[in-house]
C-alpha cells in the first residue's frame, strides 16, 4: 500500500506564492507518474500537473501553465508543486496522486493530469488565495 502525505497549504494573497510537498511512503514504493489535482468548492477535481519520471515530462493544465512548476526528489520521495503568482480561482484542495502502473497514457495524451490514470491519492491540502 502506497501512503501519501500533502503539506504546505495556506491562506495567501493574490500574487503569493506557496510550494506544496507530497511524501510518499510505503512497501516497494515507486511510482513512474505522480500527479497535483484541486478541487474548489461545488466543482469537479481537475488535474493540474503531471510528472513522468523515466521521461522527465511535465505537463500542465493550461489554467497554470507559467505560474506552476512540478518536481520531485527521488532520493527523498517528495514530490512539489511551487506556485507563483497565485490568483484567486487557484482556491481549492490540493491532492498528489500516483499511478500504480509505469504508464500515464492519457496524461500524456491529453496533456494534463487524469484521474483515470492514478491509483493513490493523499487526502489534500487546503489553499485559499484572496483577492
Known amino acids: 500500500q502506497v501512503q501519501l502525505v500533502e503539506s504546505g497549504g495556506d491562506s495567501v494573497q493574490a500574487g503569493g506564492s506557496l510550494r506544496l510537498s507530497c511524501t510518499a511512503s510505503g512497501h516497494r514504493y515507486s511510482s513512474n507518474c505522480m500527479a497535483w489535482f484541486r478541487q474548489a468548492p461545488g466543482k469537479e477535481r481537475e488535474g493540474v500537473a503531471a510528472?513522468?519520471?523515466?521521461?522527465?515530462?511535465?505537463y500542465y493544465a493550461d489554467a497554470v501553465k507559467g505560474r506552476f512548476t512540478i518536481s520531485q526528489d527521488n532520493a527523498k520521495n517528495i514530490l512539489y508543486l511551487q506556485m507563483n503568482s497565485l490568483k484567486p480561482e487557484d482556491t481549492g484542495m490540493y491532492s498528489c496522486?500516483?499511478?500504480?502502473?509505469?504508464?500515464?497514457?492519457?496524461?500524456?495524451?491529453?496533456?494534463?493530469?487524469?484521474?483515470?490514470?492514478?491509483?493513490?491519492w493523499g487526502q489534500g491540502t487546503q489553499v485559499t488565495v484572496s483577492s
Open positions: 496522486a500516483a499511478a500504480h502502473g509505469i504508464s500515464c497514457i492519457n496524461t500524456k495524451v491529453v496533456g494534463a493530469p487524469v484521474e483515470y490514470d492514478y491509483n493513490y
Open positions: 510528472i513522468i519520471s523515466s521521461e522527465g515530462g511535465t
